[in-house]
């Protein structure tokens, strides 16, 4: 156990950890994560909703391998919260943009000014991670040996890094006026899917992305106005925040088929997440910037559940609410920091009925 009380891999995790050291590049993807059963909206309930702690976050809340513990920026640095009240500080990153937990549970991958950074879960001196740029987005393959970070520096670009942050080689970039943003791994941890968006805000393009290789697949853009794009964890479907002129709307496609009906409408939405299963999305409703409702709902239009309705601590007209799930599907972590609004983190307990 670290001093956070995350279990150390096991000898087999280690042999992984150690073959992705001496292949950097080279995949080496034993599946860290158990991925839970499925579990209909029908069959779930809301069983606690609570404030996680009383910092105000200013990033985005990431869950331990283990589910135990909650990471994120501060004013002041980043924290951990343990779902029983205890809490550490990690280091002294101030105000930092987003966290990322790596699969194994060892490192987090923290955005602090603008910059990469390389964070141990026990704590400790944060290392640097030089990339020519501005990076604005980070995720760890599914096996935790690299990263995939989005950089700006005339024009943008996508980057692959080695876990321990020394090989780093840029392998997409975007069309000229455009800026990539919403990365996702594919499960076989070769590809990456990435958007661009133009100066206006349209898609410009979308892709499917071989890290190690020129393979470089359009994916088609079957909407207009997206205003957020995300692959569910199976690699099979992408879910859809859409722009509309009176409301917005989320929608799921199954890739090379036609999208799915409209799941949700709401004058706002913002937060899309999907589960660690990929059957059911995460959204929030936001009404007029002081109040937020929560949802979950099947991903094939079968059910929807509420999971929260609060007002925000810090009203704002253009706040938005962020959701993040926990690796067992279970819980939802959730605030307006996840978009770029300072506001605490809350979770709420999912149950069986």
């Keep these: 156990m670290n001093a956070l009380g995350v279990a150390r891999p096991a ?15 080279v995949a080496c993807q034993p599946a860290f994560r158990r991925v839970p059963k499925p579990e209909p909206v029908a069959s779930l309930a809301v069983g606690e909703v609570r404030r996680a702690s009383d910092h105000v976050a200013t990033s985005n809340a990431t869950w331990s391998p283990d589910g135990r513990w909650l990471a994120y920026g501060t004013d002041r640095g980043v924290v951990a919260t343990d779902l029983r009240g205890e809490e550490r500080r990690l280091a002294d990153l101030p105000h930092a943009t987003a966290v990322a937990w790596s699969p194994a549970g060892a490192w987090l991958a923290v955005l602090s000014g603008g910059r990469l950074w390389r964070l141990s879960a026990s704590g400790g001196r944060p290392q640097p991670v030089p990339l020519p740029g501005v990076v604005r987005a980070v995720r760890w393959s599914p096996a935790g ?8 520096e005339r024009g943008s670009s996508l980057w692959l890094v080695s876990a321990q942050g020394n090989l780093r080689r840029r392998v997409f970039a975007a069309p000229e006026d455009s800026a990539l943003v919403d990365p996702a791994w594919y499960p076989d941890g070769l590809y990456v899917f990435v958007r661009a968006e133009d100066r206006s805000g349209r898609t410009s393009g979308q892709w499917r992305v071989r ?15 997206i205003l957020e794009a995300h692959l569910a964890p ?16 989320v929608q799921v496609q199954e890739l090379g088929h036609r999208p799915r009906p ?14 660690p299963q ?10 007029g910037g002081e109040r937020a409702v929560l949802w979950v709902v099947d991903a094939d239009g079968g059910r929807r559940l509420r999971v929260a309705d609060y007002t925000l601590e810090f009203p704002d007209p253009g706040a938005g609410v962020g ?7 279970r819980a939802l972590a959730f605030g307006a920091s996840f978009l770029h609004r300072a506001g605490p983190v809350w979770v709420a307990r999912l149950v069986r009925r």
Aim: glycine share 8%.
């Design 323 to 329: 959701t993040e799930w926990s690796p067992d599907g």
């Design 234 to 249: 199976h690699g099979r479907a992408v879910a859809y925040l859409l722009e509309g002129p009176e409301e917005a709307t």
């Design 211 to 225: 890290v190690a290789g020129p393979d470089r697949q359009v994916v088609p853009v079957p909407f207009p106005r």
């Design 145 to 152: 040996d690299r990263l995939a970070a989005l950089v700006e």
């Design 11 to 25: 000898p087999w995790l280690r042999a992984a950890a150690a073959c992705a050291a001496a292949l950097s590049l």
């Design 278 to 287: 990929g059957d059911k999305l995460s959204y929030a409703e936001v009404h």
């Design 262 to 275: 409209p799941l949700a409408r709401a004058e706002r939405l913002s937060g899309l997440a999907w589960s």
